[in-house]
Every structure is written in C-alpha cells, then in structure tokens.
T-cell receptor, first 116, second 111 residues
Framework: GAVVSQHPSWVICKSGTSVKIECRSL??????MFWYRQFPKQSLMLMAT?????????EQGVEKDKFLINHASLTLSTLTVTSAHPEDSSFYIC????????????FGPGTRLTVL | QKEVEQDPGPLSVPEGAIVSLNCTYS??????FMWYRQYSRKGPELLMY????GNKEDGRFTAQVDKSSKYISLFIRDSQPSDSATYLC???????????FGKGTLLTVNP
C-alpha cells in the first residue's frame, strides 16, 4: 500500500516552454501533497504544500507564478513549470500524506527535468 | 546552525557489519521522526517512523530517538549490498507540519 506515482519519469524540453508533472496517490487518499526539488548530491528542498481544493502554500523564495500547483482531487496534484529555463533543470519529487493518518509522507519516484 | 544536521559521509562498510546513522537537531518542537532510504535517481522510501523518544525495531532496522539530547539514530544489522543508498532523516513538529530533512548519508555496503 501507500504507492505514489509520478508522470513523466523524465522530460526534456526547450527553454521557454511549459512542462506539467503529475503526482498520484494510487491506493490512498491524500488531502495534502508536497512538491520537492532535489539537486545532485543535495537533500530535498520543499517547494510547496498542496492541499486539495485550496491554493498551494509556497516556501520562501519559490515563485508561485512560475511553479503552478493544482490539487484538484484527493489523489492527484500537478506541478507546471512555466517558461522553463536551464536553471530549472532538476529532479522534482512529490509526496503525499495519508488523510487521517499520522505524518508519514510517501514519495513518488521523481521526475527528472532537463531544460535545453 | 541548521535545524537538522546529518553527516553526508560517504560511509563504506563490509557486508554483515552493523551500520549506525545519526542526525542531530536544534528545534525541541520536533516530535515526529522518520528515516528514508533513497536509491540513486529514485524517490525516497519510508523506512522507519517514530513519535517522541524511544526505540522502534523493524527487521534489521532499529530507530532510536533521544529527545533530551536532540539526537536520533538508525541502526542496520547484518548490512547487505542492497542497503547501499542514501539515508535521509526527517522530522516535523506535528502531524500537520512539513518535514525538515537532513542532507542524507551515502552508505555503501561492500560484498
């Protein structure tokens, strides 16, 4: 149980284009999902907290107009990187917290974004 | 001072060794403590979850929390080459709070 999927697993795009990443909780409902970014040999950096049916809460320094988050259902959250630039190239990972549970977060497999 | 400190290693041990991984933290408000394992180019996998102080055992893994010292540990017994990964500690203030992660310790278990 507690499986989280992400799609796509990797994507290459041209500078200036937008990329959408999906995060799904497959066997449980997740009121809250989280989006992280991880650079090589670095730890996870929380970008935003996504709550179903409401606006996401962004961490300091993360541009909300650049990283659009939508959490339309209890099993799906999306992150759209708008007008991507090479410095946005990174490993993006989502996690989901079980509704009504403790504070365990279950992570997706990650999406590697490369912006040319 | 960072909220969570974790030695990044790398740590290299022979197969069968007992591995000790540790994190220290500065915020006494942390109550929930987790250990994640992350293989290269994969998402983190939850290994252990503990609330407040004490020990928790699951197979070859034992997690310890000492809130008085603000120190948490993960022990791996009879380590296997498949345990080679980066181990991340994480903690939060409450059930609805975000996680704060350590930098991760890279472990290699040599056959």
């Amino acid at each position: 149980g507690a499986v989280v999927s992400q799609h796509p697993s990797w994507v290459i795009c041209k500078s200036g284009t937008s990329v959408k990443i999906e995060c799904r909780s497959l066997d449980f409902q997740a009121t809250t999902m989280f989006w992280y970014r991880q650079f090589p040999k670095q730890s996870l950096m929380l970008m935003a907290t996504s709550n179903e049916g409401s606006k996401a809460t962004y961490e300091q320094g993360v541009e909300k107009d650049k990283f659009l988050i939508n959490h339309a259902s209890l099993t799906l959250s999306t992150l759209t990187v708008t007008s991507a630039h090479p410095e946005d190239s990174s490993f993006y990972i989502c996690s989901a917290r079980v509704s009504g549970g403790y504070n365990e977060q279950f992570f997706g497999p990650g999406t590697r974004l490369t912006v040319l | 001072q960072k909220e969570v400190e974790q030695d990044p290693g790398p740590l290299s041990v022979p197969e069968g060794a007992i591995v000790s991984l540790n994190c220290t933290y500065s915020n006494s408000a942390f109550q929930y403590f987790m250990w994640y394992r992350q293989y290269s180019r994969k998402g983190p996998e939850l290994l252990m979850y503990t609330y407040s102080s004490g020990n928790k055992e699951d197979g070859r893994f034992t997690a310890q929390v000492d809130k008085s010292s603000k120190y948490i540990s993960l022990f791996i017994r009879d380590s296997q080459p498949s345990d080679s990964a980066t181990y991340l500690c994480a903690m939060s203030k409450g059930s609805n709070y975000k996680l704060t992660f350590g930098k991760g310790t890279l472990l290699t278990v040599n056959p």
